[in-house]
């Protein structure tokens, strides 16, 4: 998301004062965790529309409620994969950014 930030910062024809990011369900959460960690780079957009944040660990209990210990294997592996835990990548009211 920050990449595209700046890609359209940078582009000519468009007006700077009008960006919008439109995010949602998992983008949502990448955004949220984008925005917690790198506040300054979404300086003086027009809006930011974040809709229906996913919370991962919710998602993948549901899916993976048929495989004994995989919850943990997945949650291994994407925080050796991205430095974050589920409960990390997911958007909680109740959980500071």
């Given at each position: 998301?920050?990449?595209?930030?700046?890609?359209?910062?940078?582009?000519?024809?468009?007006?700077?004062?009008?960006i919008?990011?439109?995010?949602?369900?998992?983008?949502t959460?990448?955004?949220?965790?984008?925005?917690?960690?790198?506040?300054?780079?979404?300086?003086?957009?027009?809006?930011?529309?974040?809709?229906?944040?996913?919370?991962?660990?919710?998602l993948?209990?549901?899916a993976?409620?048929?495989?004994?210990?995989?919850?943990?294997?997945?949650?291994?592996?994407?925080?050796?994969?991205?430095?974050?835990?589920?409960?990390?990548?997911s958007?909680?009211?109740?959980?500071?950014?």
């Amino acid at each position: 998301m920050i990449g595209a930030i700046r890609y359209s910062r940078e582009r000519l024809d468009i007006d700077n004062s009008r960006i919008t990011l439109l995010s949602r369900r998992l983008g949502t959460n990448s955004v949220l965790v984008a925005l917690s960690r790198r506040p300054k780079e979404f300086d003086n957009l027009a809006a930011l529309v974040a809709v229906r944040p996913v919370a991962l660990r919710a998602l993948a209990g549901t899916a993976l409620a048929q495989v004994p210990g995989s919850i943990g294997l997945l949650e291994s592996e994407i925080k050796h994969l991205t430095g974050f835990d589920l409960d990390e990548l997911s958007a909680s009211p109740t959980r500071r950014m």
